[in-house]
C-alpha cells in the first residue's frame, strides 16, 4: 500500500489512502530535484528523517505531487479543525480539505554519486546520493551527503583542480572534514597531512612523482627547490604536521 503525505491546515498528516495521522513533531520537508534531470519533472519533496552534521549525512523520504486523493474526516487523526461548508468560498464536502498531496516516489531512478538539490530556488544546499532504496510501500528511501564542508573548509573549486590528482584532493579533504567534528586531535593532524601532500602534489608534480612521498619528504624537496623559504610560516606550519606524533 503507498504512502501518502497531505498538507491540511498548515500541518502534515501521513498515512495510506486509506487513514492520515497528524506528524508530530512537525516534520522538516525540502524541495527536492536531481541536477540535469529531463526537463520538466513533477514537483517532489525530501522528508527528512535524520541528519548529522558532523559526518555530513543526510537520510530520508522522497515522494512526489499527487492529485485525485481525497480521505473523510473520520480516517484523519486528529480530525482537522475545519468544518466542511464553513470555509469561506469552499462548498461543503464529507472530505478533508488538502492544501497539498504527495505520493511516495516509486517512478524515479536517482544515480550513485547524483548531485541532489535540496530547498527553494536561491535559498538550497547540495548533496550527493550516496545510497538509494526501495521499501515495501514502494517508495525511496534516499542517503546524502553533503557536497559542501559545512564550514569546517571553504568551499573547492573543483573545477581548478588538476583532473588527475581532483578525486584524491577531494577524498582527502573530505576525510580532514570528518574527523574534524569527531575524532581526536592526532587523527585530525593525520587527516591534514594527507590532504596537505595531495595538494602539494597536484601542485609540484615533480615533489612526489611516485605518490609514496610523505609530506615531510614533500615539503623538504619544496625548500630544497627554493619553492619554500625555510623560515616562512607556511613552511614551518607544514613540518610541524610532518613531524611523527
Known amino acids: 500500500m503507498m504512502d ?3 498538507e491540511i491546515e498548515g500541518d502534515y498528516y501521513e498515512g495510506t489512502q486509506v487513514k492520515l495521522r497528524l506528524m508530530t513533531p512537525p516534520p ?14 513533477p514537483e517532489r519533496i525530501f522528508v527528512e528523517d535524520y541528519f548529522n552534521s558532523s559526518t555530513r549525512i543526510r537520510r530520508g523520504r522522497v ?8 480521505w473523510s474526516y473520520d480516517r484523519v487523526t486528529p480530525r482537522p479543525l475545519s468544518v466542511p461548508g464553513q470555509i469561506p468560498g469552499m462548498p461543503p464536502s464529507q472530505f478533508v480539505p488538502c492544501n497539498k498531496v504527495y505520493v511516495a516516489e516509486d517512478n524515479m531512478s536517482v544515480p550513485y554519486n547524483a548531485t ?9 544546499s547540495s548533496w550527493i546520493a550516496v545510497m538509494v532504496e526501495r521499501v515495501v510501500s514502494l517508495g525511496l528511501v534516499v542517503t546524502l551527503k553533503a557536497k559542501t564542508f559545512l564550514g569546517v573548509l571553504p568551499d573547492v573549486n573543483r573545477d581548478a583542480l588538476p583532473e588527475g590528482n581532483r578525486q584524491d584532493i577531494l577524498l582527502s579533504l573530505n576525510a580532514v572534514v570528518d574527523a574534524a567534528s569527531i575524532q581526536a586531535p592526532q587523527a585530525v593532524v593525520d587527516a591534514c597531512r594527507n590532504a596537505a601532500s595531495h595538494m602539494i602534489s597536484a601542485k609540484f608534480p615533480a615533489s612526489n612523482p611516485d605518490g609514496k612521498k610523505d609530506l615531510g619528504d614533500i615539503v623538504k624537496w619544496l625548500i630544497a627547490q627554493g ?9 614551518d606550519s607544514l613540518l610541524y604536521l610532518s613531524s611523527p606524533a
Open 227 to 235: 619553492k619554500l623559504e625555510k623560515c616562512t610560516d607556511a613552511a
Open 63 to 70: 515522494y512526489r505531487i499527487a492529485s485525485g486523493i481525497n
Open 4 to 6: 501518502y503525505i497531505a
Open 116 to 124: 541532489i538539490i535540496l530547498g527553494q530556488e536561491g535559498i538550497k
Open 28 to 41: 522538516i520537508i525540502l524541495k527536492f530535484r536531481i541536477q540535469n534531470e529531463a526537463s520538466n519533472p
